[in-house]
C-alpha cells in the first residue's frame, strides 16, 4: 500500500502517525492500535505494560549523561472520535482512514483525522523509535477512552509510573501551554412517562441550522442549545396552537452543544402551529443575535393516525424539567478573568417508549460547584419522578504557582520561536487532572501543534506547526537535566 505522508517532515512523525490511521481506533474499539503500540515496544527491546482495558505504558532509560536526571512521562491517548460526513463509506471497525494533503494540511476524506490525539501518539513513537534524539528516562503513556469520559486513565495502574514531570501532547493550538484545567462528569437524568392513544394530524417540529460546538471551549460563545429551545417551544406551541406530546430528540454527545432538536406532535390547529413557529423563529434569532443568524424552526406534516401520546401529567413533567433545569455558564472565575469556572450542557435529549432522558455534561474547575451542579440535577429529577446516574467524573487540574517544568518550557520557547508563549487555563477536560490527583507532585503542560475543527469530518493538522512542535519537544527533552 502507497504511503500518502511519506515526503512529508518530520519523517519519523508522520511515518507512525499514518500507520496509526490504518488502524481503526474509535473509543471503546482500541484492542489494535494497543496491540500495535505495546508490538513496537517489544521488537525495539524496550519495557512494556499493556493492561485489560488497553492502555500502553512504554519506558525507555536515559541518554548518556542523563542517567542522574529527573525522569519525564510522554502522554497522549490512543482513541478518536469516530464522525464522518453522511456521505463517507468508511465503516470505523475496519477500514484505513482516507488521507490527503492539501496545502499546508492532512485531513481524511470525509471523516475525522484523529490527529486528536494520533499526533501525541505518533511523536512519543517517533522519540522511542530515535538512537539520536538525547533524553531523561522516559515514561510513555498511551491511554484509551479518553473521548467518552477518560475510562482508561480512571483505570490505569499508576504504580507503573514513578516520574513526576509530564508533557502531555492534548492541545490543539500552537504556542499555547495549557496548565489548568477543568474537572466534570457526565450526569443522566431519566423521566418516567405514561402514554396513551389518540388518533389526529402528526407533525415534526424542528429546530435547526444553530452553530454547535464544542461544550466546554465554546460555552461561553453565546451560541444557543437546540434542546433547551424544545422545551420551550413545545411549552408555547401546547399553549397557543393546541398539541400532544410524542416524542423531543436532540443532540448526540453530551460534550457537544446541540446545534437541533425536533418534537414529533400530534397538533389539532396546524395554520396556528405554523404561525407560532414564524413567531418564534424571529424573536429566538432575536434573542441569540449575532450567535444564530440562521436559526430555522420549521413544521412539517405528516399523517393522520393513531398514536401513542404522552400523558398530559407525563409532558408537564418533561417540559418542567426542560424549563427549569440549569444550563449554559454558572460561574465565572474570580481569579483568571475571562475563564469559565463552571458549566453545564444538556447534550443529548431521547424519548423511549417509557421514559425521556437528559444527558448533561457538568464542568467546573471548583470540585465543590462540580458537585453543586450535580446535586442541582438531581434534586430536580427527583422531584419530578426520576433517576439519576453519574458517569466517568474526573477532577479539575489545578494551577501550580511553581512549576520547573513550566520554566523550562518558557525558556525553550523563547529561544526556538522569539516570542511569549501563552499561558492558559481551559473549560474543559485533560487527563492532566486525573493524573495530577493519582500522583501527587505531578508537574505537567499540555502542548500540542495546531489543529482545526476536531472531532468533525472537517478536521485538518497543520504539517509545518506539526514540524515545529516536533523540534521544539525535542530540545526540551534535550534539555530537561
Not at 519523517?11 to 494497543?34: C, M, Y
Not at 492532512?106 to 538512537?131: E, K, Q, Y
Not at 523563547?414 to 485533560?430: D, N, S, T, V
Request: aromatic share 6%.
Amino acid at each position: 500500500m502507497s504511503r500518502v505522508l511519506e515526503n512529508l517532515e518530520p519523517k519519523a512523525v508522520f511515518h507512525f502517525f499514518e500507520d496509526l490511521t490504518r488502524i481503526p481506533h474509535g473509543s471503546r474499539n482500541t484492542k489494535a492500535i494497543s496491540d500495535y503500540c505495546a508490538a513496537f515496544a517489544r521488537a525495539r527491546g524496550l519495557w512494556v505494560y499493556q493492561d485489560e482495558l488497553n492502555n500502553v505504558i512504554i519506558k525507555k532509560p536515559a541518554s548518556a549523561g542523563y542517567e542522574t536526571a529527573p525522569a519525564v512521562i510522554l502522554q497522549g491517548h490512543l482513541d478518536m472520535v469516530a464522525e464522518k460526513t453522511p456521505e463517507s463509506p468508511i465503516d470505523f471497525t475496519k477500514d484505513a482512514l482516507e488521507l490527503r494533503i492539501e496545502g499546508d494540511y492532512v485531513s481524511a476524506n470525509g471523516t475525522t483525522l484523529g490527529g486528536d490525539d494520533g499526533i501525541a501518539v505518533a511523536m512519543a513513537l517517533a522519540v522511542l523509535d530515535s538512537d539520536v534524539i538525547a533524553h531523561p528516562a522516559l515514561e510513555v503513556v498511551f491511554t484509551v477512552d479518553e473521548e467518552i469520559g477518560m475510562e482508561g486513565a480512571q483505570g490505569l495502574d499508576f504504580t507503573q509510573l514513578s516520574a513526576r514531570r509530564m508533557l502531555n501532547v492534548d492541545s490543539e493550538d500552537e504556542g499555547i501551554f495549557t496548565v489548568s484545567c477543568a474537572g466534570g462528569n457526565r450526569t443522566y437524568c431519566r423521566l418516567p412517562i405514561q402514554r396513551e392513544t389518540v388518533t389526529g394530524q402528526t407533525v415534526t417540529l424542528r429546530i435547526a441550522e444553530l452553530v454547535g460546538g464544542h461544550s466546554g471551549v465554546e460555552i461561553d460563545k453565546g451560541r444557543a442549545n437546540a434542546d433547551m429551545l424544545l422545551g420551550r417551544l413545545v411549552m408555547a406551541a401546547r399553549r397557543d396552537a393546541p398539541c400532544r406530546l410524542i416524542s423531543l430528540t436532540g443532540g448526540s454527545k453530551d460534550n457537544a452543544i446541540p446545534n437541533e432538536a425536533t418534537a414529533q406532535l400530534l397538533c389539532e390547529d396546524l395554520p396556528a402551529l405554523e404561525r407560532l413557529a414564524a413567531a418564534w423563529q424571529s424573536q429566538l434569532r432575536h434573542e441569540y443575535a449575532p450567535a444564530e443568524p440562521d436559526l430555522t424552526i420549521t413544521v412539517t406534516p405528516n399523517e393522520k393516525t393513531a398514536c401513542a401520546v404522552l400523558t398530559e401529567e407525563s409532558a408537564e413533567r418533561v417540559l418542567c424539567m426542560l424549563l427549569c433545569v440549569p444550563n449554559g455558564i454558572q460561574a465565572m472565575s474570580g481569579s483568571l478573568p475571562g475563564l469559565v469556572q463552571t458549566s453545564l450542557n444538556l447534550g443529548i435529549l431521547t424519548t423511549e417508549d417509557d421514559a425521556v432522558e437528559l444527558h448533561f455534561g457538568v464542568r467546573s474547575s471548583v470540585a465543590s460547584q462540580k458537585e453543586m451542579l450535580t446535586e442541582r440535577l438531581t434534586v430536580l429529577t427527583h422531584q419530578l419522578g426520576g433517576t439519576v446516574e453519574v458517569f466517568g467524573d474526573y477532577p479539575a487540574w489545578e494551577y501550580r504557582a511553581e512549576s520547573p517544568l513550566r520554566e523550562l518550557m518558557c525558556e525553550v520557547y523563547r529561544e526556538q520561536y522569539g516570542a511569549e508563549p501563552k499561558i492558559e487555563a481551559i473549560h474543559a477536560g485533560l487527563e492532566c487532572g486525573l493524573l495530577c490527583e493519582k500522583l501527587p507532585g505531578l508537574d505537567c503542560v499540555s502542548i500540542g501543534p495546531e489543529l482545526l475543527e476536531i472531532h468533525t469530518a472537517r478536521e485538518r493538522m497543520s504539517v509545518e506547526s506539526v514540524g515545529r512542535v516536533w523540534r521544539y519537544v525535542r530540545e526540551v527533552l534535550r534539555r530537561s537535566r
